[in-house]
């Protein structure tokens, strides 16, 4: 007879939205969080370079499950280039590869920002995990082969120009998904003509969550332990479906969406059709699923998840 292996942790669900430290890789930080909480398990909702800090949402057990809908969120950056060098990673860490004398003023810098608003094309940095044939361009990048990325579309919301030194500019921007920050920082000052790559940046803003929402690592550390007080820092793994369709639901109903059946909804204000809706009991999230011809038909159930 063989032998069923049993998931170790807690049935914990929900979000530490970590404010994560410089230096640290998004792994190394969910696998921190995962420990701290004794969770049986844990994710990330869009990886952050050892080099950047901010925001890392990090779901615990059934909130992985709601990782696509915070992934695909909009997000917002702080960042800032240093002028007069490009790198081959478009990042301090990299080597470099190009040098320029010049440095562009703050009316040069406001003047090319319209050029990147809106839906623009963007070649990814070629240290990025883009699969060239296969594989991830990052690893031909320090292999030392030669390829191409091809441009793809990304959409920027917002572009500011926050502050400017003589050799320095910060910015901030609100983007969508697939957008990289340091391919502006390349692009910038190749435009500009003085060169230029990225030497902080900071995410501030995923999907649903702002910054009122960070915690940091030394907080959460300071914790350890004390389960109770760890948990208060957890945030609904619903927060991740803001904006969804949301269905109430009870007793029977409950039942048979956690055994994956449909459910027909019933009332005279009751959705007839959503491609996404939530099923919810009060403050328990049940199931995530679509309602075609007044049926809610479950794709995913929970079954330790609150709102």
């Not at 490009?86 to 080597?95: A, F, I, L, M, S």
């Not at 109430?248 to 449909?262: A, D, I, K």
Request: hydrophobic share 40%.
């Amino acid at each position: 007879m063989s032998r069923q292996r049993t998931k170790k942790g807690r049935p914990i669900s929900g979000w530490v939205i970590l404010d994560k430290p410089v230096g640290m890789g998004s792994t190394q930080c969910v696998s921190k969080i995962k420990w701290l909480y004794q969770a049986a398990k844990a994710g990330h909702a869009g990886t952050l370079d050892p080099l950047a800090s901010g925001m890392l949402p990090i779901a615990l057990g059934e909130a992985t499950r709601t990782v696509p809908y915070v992934m695909d969120g909009e997000k917002t950056y702080r960042f800032t280039v240093t002028w007069g060098a490009e790198t081959n990673t478009d990042d301090v860490e990299g080597e470099i590869t190009e040098t320029s004398h010049k440095r562009p003023d703050e009316a040069a810098i406001k003047a090319i920002l319209p050029t990147y608003s809106g839906e623009i094309e963007q070649v990814p940095p070629a240290f990025s995990a883009i699969k060239i044939n296969g594989e991830r361009a990052y690893k031909l990048a320090r292999d030392g082969e030669s390829f191409e990325i091809a441009s793809r579309k990304v959409l920027i919301g917002r572009l500011e120009l926050v502050s400017v030194t003589d050799e320095t500019a910060t910015f901030e921007i609100h983007c969508g998904k697939g957008t990289y920050v340091r391919a502006l920082a390349r692009d910038f000052g190749r435009n500009l003509g003085c060169f230029g790559h990225v030497t902080v940046l900071r995410r501030i803003e995923v999907g649903p969550f702002d910054e009122d929402d960070l915690v940091s690592l030394e907080d959460l550390v300071k914790l350890e332990g004390n389960l109770a007080a760890l948990d208060k820092e957890i945030f609904a793994t619903g927060m991740a479906l803001e904006g969804v369709a949301e269905v109430p639901v009870q007793g029977e109903q409950v039942h048979r969406l956690r055994l994956g059946n449909p459910v027909l909804i019933r009332g005279r204000e009751a959705i007839t059709h959503a491609d996404e809706a939530i099923a919810t009991k009060g403050d328990e999230l049940v199931a995530l699923g679509e309602i075609d011809k007044g049926m809610f038909k479950p794709k995913r159930v929970f079954r330790h998840s609150w709102m």
